[in-house]
């Protein structure tokens, strides 16, 4: 219809044009001449708005098209940076910041949030008094308990600045509950090369702290190693701080080097894990964290790295002789994620240096997990070892070593389920074997 329409438009403009001509020619005069360029400008004017209208009019139908299509659904994200529990390929993580919260956030009123629950049921071979942490009753055939009930929200205050917290809800004696502030960070990302946040954070020891939060979903196994275990449930490092962490890229062309620095207090108190009640107030003092870590692009989910930690803790188990002693851990891993594959691996030496006495004790541990995705389905093996010294402030673990192997398998992108059989020997001790079945889920 338009184009007839300035088909007619065009035509009047002719016989107009013509009309005008033939009456020039008859009668031509200096008015005539003049008359007669201003109605062809006319006309090419004419045809230059027509031919606007017509771009805006396309531009205007182009955007009501695509307002009206609807966007596709968010994409469930995967449970964790190890893609462990998605049939899907897992992505990497940030490069620049491996504590960030998972994809798939709810939004309300600004503020983002993601829920993360499970169900577990434990049975271990010995009577013997065993630490029971996350709800699990030490001593007896087996029991049922729901562990940490996690709640991740983050809120955006500017381009460049945000709010992060953890709070878990977590089971202790008696079902109760008590709440544990995980982190909660002031978060300044300015750029690639630097970001930095203040507050409640994981402290960057080992990679497993860093990229694994306190949510079981987010695992591949029903349980951390025992040398990551939160130094609140019995394990041995200080797993959490206050203070400032920084985080960001060093320009390395394609070997994706990375660097971390924290300055905080952990300020550890930890239980005996053979049962025995004692707690261990380290009394903290502050600490230093210098780590380095590359991604090259040459190997997609490789990664390798290693971190420096200093401070200084108290040995209170002699209440009347307290010895004071400078804390310092290394840690070196190679992990490999990729093609379903999961690798990885981590070595520490915690060194501990008497300030009053001679007393130098230096502790190895390290642990191996292994799992390759099987469409839905995910076996796994891990075999960790842990060697404290008697007389250190880890006198409760000795020489702890053994294998773990099981499943998990994922049901959609909500919910899984694992299977855990374990197996440990501890020196002094009869060995313990135990199983571990969870329900794990996000929301």
């Known amino acids: 219809m338009r184009k007839l329409s300035r088909f007619r438009l065009y035509l009047v403009l002719v016989a107009l044009f013509v009309l005008s001509s033939l009456g020039w020619t008859q009668n031509a005069s200096p008015s005539d001449a003049e008359t007669i360029p201003l109605l062809v400008q ?5 045809q230059k708005h027509d031919r606007e209208l017509e771009d805006r009019i396309k531009l205007l139908e182009a955007n009501q098209k695509a307002a009206s299509t609807p966007e596709p659904a968010a994409s469930v994200p995967v449970a964790s940076t190890t893609g462990a529990s998605a049939p899907a390929e897992a992505t990497a993580p940030s490069a620049a910041s491996p504590q960030e919260l998972p994809e798939g956030l709810h939004d309300l009123h600004g503020i983002q949030w993601k829920g993360f629950a499970e169900v577990n049921y434990k049975v271990l071979n010995q009577r013997q008094p065993e630490l029971g942490t996350y709800g699990f009753i030490p001593g007896s055939a087996g029991n049922f308990y729901t562990g940490d009930f996690d709640l991740f929200l983050t809120s955006k205050l500017t381009a460049r600045t945000s709010i992060l917290s953890e709070m878990v809800f977590e089971e202790t004696d008696a079902q ?18 630097l970001k930095m946040s203040f507050g409640r954070y994981q402290t960057s020891i080992g990679y497993y702290n860093q990229e694994f939060l306190s949510a079981a979903w987010l695992q591949t196994m029903a349980d951390r190693p025992l040398v990551m275990e939160y130094a609140s449930d019995g394990g041995l490092l200080p797993t959490q701080a206050v203070g400032v962490s920084l985080t960001g890229s060093i320009p390395s062309a394609k070997l994706g080097l990375h660097y971390l620095a924290e300055y905080g207090t952990s300020d550890t108190v930890r239980p005996d894990i053979n049962g025995t009640g004692q707690l261990n ?10 780590g380095l870590f590359v991604r090259p692009d040459k190997v997609p989910g490789l990664q390798i790295g290693s971190s420096f930690f200093q401070d200084k803790i108290s040995d209170l188990s002699n209440p009347a002789d307290v010895e004071r002693y400078k804390q310092t851990i290394i840690n070196a891993y190679v992990v490999y994620n990729g093609h379903g594959l999961e690798l990885l691996n981590e070595g520490f030496l915690i060194r501990h240096d008497a300030l009053r006495e001679p007393d130098l004790f230096n502790m190895p541990a390290f642990y191996s997990q292994v799992s390759q995705r099987i469409g839905r389905l995910r076996p796994f093996v891990r075999y960790q070892y842990t060697n404290a010294n008697p007389g250190s402030v880890f006198d409760d673990i000795s020489l702890r070593y053994g294998p773990s192997f099981g499943a998990r398998y994922d049901f959609n992108e909500y919910i899984a389920f694992k299977a855990q059989l374990d197996h440990t020997a501890r020196k002094g001790l009869p060995d313990l074997n135990g199983l571990h079945l969870q329900l794990s889920g996000t929301f």
Do not use: A, F, S, T
């Open 42 to 46: 006319q006309v090419k004017e004419l």
């Open 176 to 193: 109760n509950y008590k709440i544990d502030l995980r982190r909660v960070l002031l978060k300044c990302d300015w750029n690639d090369h």
């Open 281 to 290: 107030d380290e009394n903290d003092g502050n600490h230093v964290l210098l």
